[in-house]
């Protein structure tokens, strides 16, 4: 049996981190927005995951986590090259050593922020669906 309250719980911060994500677009802070967007593509991941009886996920890679739900929801597997993308954001926007030369904020667009945001938001709402069944 899942743990939806523990599913909802990460549901609910996922949910977050897309708000920031998009604020953080708003700002011009394309990095961030990057960042963000992947947060709440894994966390919301992981709430799914919850919901199936999972525990102690460990993983910050969403192709992983892709990988895992779509196991247990195929429709998953649709989302494995958004993943790609939204994984490279992790490291990448946050540490200065990442690319050869200047702060990793130098590297981001508005583009690369818009495309992070709308997979982390098509990856929410495919999870959503099955977290609130």
């Known amino acids: 049996m899942g743990n939806r309250e523990e599913a909802r719980r990460w549901l609910d911060q996922a949910r977050a981190d897309l708000r920031t994500a998009r604020d953080c677009l708003k700002a011009g802070h394309y990095y961030a927005s990057a960042f963000f967007a992947q947060q709440a593509a894994e966390k919301v991941l992981k709430g799914f995951l919850y ?12 192709v992983d986590l892709l990988e895992q739900a779509g196991k247990e929801e195929p429709s998953f597997r649709d989302l494995i090259d958004m993943g790609r993308e939204l994984d490279r954001h992790y490291i990448g926007s946050r540490y200065p050593d990442f690319y050869p030369a200047g702060a990793p904020y130098r590297y981001y667009t508005e583009e690369m922020a818009r495309r992070c945001v709308r997979y982390a938001a098509s990856i929410l709402s495919l999870s959503r669906r099955f977290i609130k069944k």
């Open 51 to 62: 919901s199936r009886g999972f525990r102690a996920l460990i993983t910050h890679s969403v």
